[in-house]
């Protein structure tokens, strides 16, 4: 019998064809956790202990430890005796074996590629007849080939099965796959039809295409082929020409279904006529005109459904709700889109980038370079018909180090082979370029079989990045095509000088294919709900969320955060809302370059509660992120930005205004402007001027035009809140979110005059320089000469334990010891356990502002007076002075003052629910110790910081209870 194992996009086969069976239930599964099936014979007979189960199937809900599984299935047969019958299989991870009957059919590896076996010889007319599929994934311990997990096209390490097992019926000259080649610009398709042949012969074909369920034929053609014996690829020697034809954009997503007929055979696929291309200047083009790349990425998981489709209802509201919110465009990163999923795509419109299982977080195993090569070809041939697929990604956050440059070699090698199996799409080489070079080009356009599609300072003669350590590759350095921009909250000058490279200096544009701010993860969502539907108590992801609602509701308790929210849940989520804000922010400066042709969010939703999504991992849409998202993503709107929202009133206000226009606005027209900043005084500043649209030297739109950029002085301003706004009076209507600011009373430390500083152990010049302007007097001191009574201000030098006992015993006497940095006292540079302090006790770590994200917690005490505070910590006005590090696990402090909190999973350091001290003060003896992590070496200028130092100055003992210590 012949044995046939075929990875060909057979996707559209399921929805056409002859007579099928589909095995979606009556499974019966047997776990092989000891991978002892194959040697105790269970293809043949189904084993004591195997239960139900249905196809789709995957082990993560119910046996994440599993690594190999065996699925039976009786059924009666309804073929006729002779007729050729294949088993048709798709998305098995990884390796797939089969039997019908005791009879090997064939194996098959792979994730994501459709497959069959032909089972003729095997079936029983008229009788039972059992079907086994005998499915393994390996993990890090648990090898296939030799390989690992990480060595191999597998994402997540759970055996799995996408697509529901179907019995078709074939001629002898069976028609396996159609793959089509529209050309845009005339309306012309042309085919390439593959067969599994019994013998060689002439054979008719019928196209027939129709506009996207409508039942008229628009266009057909009737041709003759010659099929060749066995499997084969026959091109259809003419092209069938669409009338009138319509283009496929996000803006208007028409399409057209195209049925194959050969004799009793018929395939169904879709097919498009559209272009998405890198142009001379670096920015996208669809269908010959520029199109700003707004997208976002995701991945094919849900909490109860990994990687496989089972509940594509929710799956299509989170692609209808990006839609609406102004998206174009989605990438999936790693984890392939459903067929169902690009299904989606092509009739809401939304541009498909897709990546493959090897595209990231891979290391060099056996056979990598064959390996990667058959992870990209068995993907692009199953979605290459798809009018959505517009991007094929071949590299994700790779370096270019030992164990990886056979990843990097491959993509860069295999475009011809990839351009004989997809000549229409548009292949991107690395998203974000970890490989530092830029002599290859971050994408090949449409019908090149070279990297040649040039972003950024790249060009072929560009000299490689000079990266001296592999951590300097994954940096976001100016010039790069293709940037994963991940900056630190508030930005600092790294980041600025980005986004000034990508306003005035760049060759061509860039594309910033990721960048977000993440908020907390909605745990508590994530915990009540496995306990309400009963699914997902067995997910890796489960114990942790488990401890972090513990852990979080007892720091609710011992911190009183009660007193600020009514459940920890509102704290989760007042952290969206201001990771909404944060986006905002971050979207702006990106809008505002003008040397940037896309822009993927990252991401739509939170995995494994991470918490970097739009959405929270149970689906629900985060605080704030709609408004933020529609206000963003207009197509016009109004950029308003500054690099300092929190001065001194009388200071001067830095502001940039600009307007990013993605082909609204009329040429030749003249719109009039108004810019104002107003607060309770009304409008105190304003101005007035017109807009019309300008134009390149090469006579394209220019998508961002600056309208003010410079300082406004705050002269004779009240201190208080401020807010600035742009608005076109007449002709056009242009989104603006007001961008907010603060002005400080700069006379608010005079009671600080005349008063008396004591510093040991290198304090700040910044501080001291604080105090004087002030007006105090700073007593620099040594360790030998301590004083008896006062403040004394403790450098950030780490300290040995003989001189911390010198503090301790200080603060015993009456003196209020303040800890300025937590190196002073860290039995490592700012981590480790804080030494020789036992009413502290605890461990010190360092905290992240970024996408894997630590907020902070302002509580109402003396030591944060006239701050903003009752909430979360908002950097627009603390600025800097934001903490990285915080001390965990200690006794609380007898006065709190500032929380760090980190609530999800953040990669591999951060998989626990930590909240602790930044800023609080302990009652010691007759004085005090004040530990503190802020950023406080900033004063002088930032007004929190300033404000901070004189709280932390004047506050007395008598503001809290005496403690026992």
């Not at 010889?121 to 039972?128: D, F, H, M, Y």
């Not at 509701?553 to 804000?581: C, H, N, Q, V």
Request: charged share 25%; with cysteine; aromatic share 10%.
């Amino acid at each position: 019998m012949a044995i046939v194992v075929w990875a060909a996009g057979l996707a559209a086969a399921f929805a056409f064809g002859s007579p099928a069976l589909r095995f979606a239930d009556g499974w019966r599964l047997a776990y092989d956790y000891e991978h002892v099936g194959a040697t105790n014979g269970w293809e043949r007979s189904v084993p004591d202990g195997a239960v139900e189960a249905t196809v789709p199937y995957c082990t993560a809900d119910v046996a994440p430890d599993c690594r190999e599984v065996w699925l039976y299935r009786e059924f009666v047969s309804n073929f006729t005796a002779g007729e050729r019958v294949f088993l048709e299989l798709g998305g098995v991870t990884y390796l797939c074996r089969a039997w019908l009957n005791g009879e090997k059919l064939g194996e098959h590896r792979g994730s994501y590629g459709d497959f069959f076996f032909d089972v003729s010889g095997a079936l029983r007319s008229g009788a039972k007849n059992l079907l086994v599929l005998n499915v393994l994934c390996p993990d890090h311990n648990f090898r296939i080939d030799g390989n690992d997990s990480h060595q191999m096209p597998v994402w997540k390490t759970f055996p799995r099965i996408q697509r529901v097992p179907t019995l078709r019926r074939h001629d002898d000259v069976a028609l396996v796959c159609v793959f089509l080649r529209p050309d845009w610009k005339s309306g012309a398709i042309a085919g390439e039809l593959e067969f599994d042949a019994v013998r060689a012969r002439d054979v008719d074909v019928t196209v027939e295409v129709r506009e996207h369920k409508q039942d008229a034929v628009v266009a057909a053609s009737r041709q003759r082929v010659t099929v060749p014996a066995g499997r084969g690829t026959v091109n259809l020697p003419e092209t069938v020409k669409v009338p009138g034809f319509k283009l496929w954009s996000p803006d208007a997503p028409s399409f057209y279904d195209v049925t194959v007929r050969t004799g009793g055979e018929e395939l169904g696929v879709r097919s498009a006529f559209r272009d998405l291309r890198v142009d001379d200047s670096g920015y996208f083009v669809l269908n010959g005109r520029r199109i700003f790349l707004k997208c976002t990425h995701m991945a094919s998981e849900h909490p109860s459904a990994i990687d496989i489709p089972v509940n594509l209802a929710a799956m299509y509201r989170t692609l209808l709700f990006l839609k609406v919110s102004g998206l174009n465009a989605i990438r999936f990163i790693n984890c392939p889109a459903y067929p169902e999923v690009l299904d989606m795509c092509d009739e809401i419109g939304l541009m498909m980038y897709q990546e493959h299982p090897m595209a990231w977080l891979k290391v060099e195993g056996r056979d990598t370079a064959r390996l990667f090569r058959e992870s990209v070809k068995e993907l692009v041939r199953r979605d290459r018909n798809h009018p959505s697929l517009t991007m094929f990604g071949l590299l994700n956050e790779t370096e270019n180090v030992t164990n990886k440059i056979v990843f990097n070699e491959t993509a860069r090698d295999m475009l011809p082979e990839l351009r004989q199996l997809a000549p229409g799409l548009l292949f991107m080489y690395h998203s974000g370029r970890w490989d530092a070079k830029r002599d290859i080009a971050s994408a090949s356009n449409p019908g090149s079989v070279h990297w040649d599609a040039w972003m950024g300072d790249e060009a072929p003669d560009a000299p490689p990045e000079p990266i001296k350590t592999p951590q300097e590759g994954i940096s976001n350095r100016p010039g790069r095509g293709d940037i994963h921009l991940y900056p630190d909250l508030p930005l600092n000058e790294v980041e600025w000088r980005l986004f000034d490279h990508l306003t005035k200096t760049n060759r061509r544009a860039a594309f910033i294919s990721e960048s977000g701010y993440g908020s907390m993860a909605n745990v508590l969502e994530g915990y009540l709900r496995v306990a309400q539907t009963g699914h997902g108590r067995k997910l890796f992801t489960y114990p942790i969320i488990e401890r972090q609602v513990k852990a979080l509701r007892s720091a609710f308790d011992k911190y009183g955060l009660y007193r600020i929210w009514p459940t920890p849940e509102e704290m989760i989520k007042d952290s969206e809302a201001l990771s909404a804000g944060k986006r905002a922010a971050l979207t702006t400066m990106i809008r505002r370059c003008p040397k940037v042709n896309g822009y993927s969010i990252t991401m739509a939703q939170d995995l494994n509660y991470y918490g970097e999504g739009l959405l929270e991992t149970g689906g629900g849409l985060k605080r704030g992120m709609a408004d933020m998202l529609e206000e963003q993503l207009a197509d016009l709107r109004f950029c308003v930005s500054s690099t300092n929202l929190s001065l001194y009133a009388g200071a001067k206000f830095p502001l940039d205004v600009a307007i990013s226009d993605f082909g609204v606005l009329k040429e030749g027209v003249d719109y009039p402007v108004v810019l104002r900043i107003t607060g309770t005084d009304g409008v105190v500043w304003h101005r007035e001027m017109t807009h019309r649209v300008e134009l390149a030297a090469d006579g394209q739109r220019l998508p961002v035009k600056t309208l003010f950029a410079g300082e406004v002085d705050t002269a004779g301003w009240r201190p208080g809140s401020y807010r600035v706004g742009a608005e076109i009076l007449e002709g056009a209507h242009a989104d603006c979110g007001t961008l907010a600011f603060t002005l400080t009373d700069p006379d608010a430390f005079g009671a600080l005059k005349d008063k008396v500083a004591y510093t040991v152990s290198g304090v700040h010049p910044n501080i001291i320089g604080f105090f004087r302007r002030v007006g105090m007097r700073v007593i620099d001191v040594d360790f030998d000469h301590l004083p008896s009574e006062g403040v004394l201000f403790v450098g950030w030098v780490n300290l040995p334990d003989e001189k911390i006992d010198r503090l301790v015993a200080a603060a015993h006497q009456g003196v209020k010891v303040v800890l300025l940095q937590p190196e002073a006292i860290s039995t490592k540079m700012g981590t480790g356990q804080p030494r020789r302090m036992p009413f502290v006790a605890g461990r010190l770590k360092r905290a992240s502002n970024w996408l894997y994200h630590t907020d902070s917690i302002v509580l109402d005490s003396p030591l944060t007076a006239d701050l903003p505070r009752g909430g979360l910590m908002d950097t627009d006005f603390y600025q800097h002075a934001w903490g990285c590090h915080v001390y965990l696990d200690g006794a609380k402090p007898d006065v709190t003052a500032v929380l760090s909190a980190f609530v999800g999973c953040g990669g591999r350091d951060h998989t626990e629910c930590e909240i602790g001290v930044q800023l609080g003060a302990y009652r010691v003896g007759k004085g005090w110790i004040v530990l503190n992590t802020l950023r406080l070496d900033l004063s002088g200028g930032e007004p929190a910081a300033d404000l901070i130092l004189r709280n932390i100055y004047q506050f007395k003992p008598v503001d809290s209870p005496t403690s026992a210590k």
